[in-house]
Nanobody, 123 residues
Framework: QVQLEESGGGSVQSGGSLRLSCAASRYTYSMGWFRQAPGKPREPVAFIDGTGTTTYVDSVKGRFTISQDNAKNTLYLQMNSLEQEDTAMYFC????????????????????WGQGTQVTVSS
């Protein structure tokens, strides 16, 4: 079992930045971020695996950066140039094994989930 705890959410104006953190109780090979806005389905954001390979959805490319500190078992999401459309609850997800490129953006791929941290971007 893996416990995941997100932190770093908050309220920020458009154009601002936030850094989310996800502390894991142990190392997992594949990790990622998802987000869910009110009334909308959960959607993928960014992913990283044990080789350091990263994947981003088009809407956040160039603005968000996913990284990890394996010594601390912590996943990060640096979010710059935030837009109102980025407002959502952000969830950290993890899986012990390597996941395929096509499946890493599916929430059903991930076995472990955090409780989420709220990000609110105002104009």
């Amino acid at each position: 079992q893996v416990q995941l705890e997100e932190s770093g959410g908050g309220s920020v104006q458009s154009g601002g930045s936030l850094r989310l953190s996800c502390a894991a109780s142990r190392y997992t090979y594949s990790m990622g971020w998802f987000r869910q806005a009110p009334g909308k389905p959960r959607e993928p954001v960014a992913f990283i695996d044990g080789t350091g390979t990263t994947t981003y959805v088009d809407s956040v490319k160039g603005r968000f950066t996913i990284s990890q500190d394996n010594a601390k078992n912590t996943l990060y999401l640096q979010m710059n140039s935030l837009e109102q459309e980025d407002t959502a609850m952000y969830f950290c997800a993890a899986h012990d094994a390597r996941v395929s490129w096509w499946s890493r953006q599916l929430s059903s791929t991930y076995k472990y989930w955090g409780q989420g941290t709220q990000v609110t971007v105002s104009s």
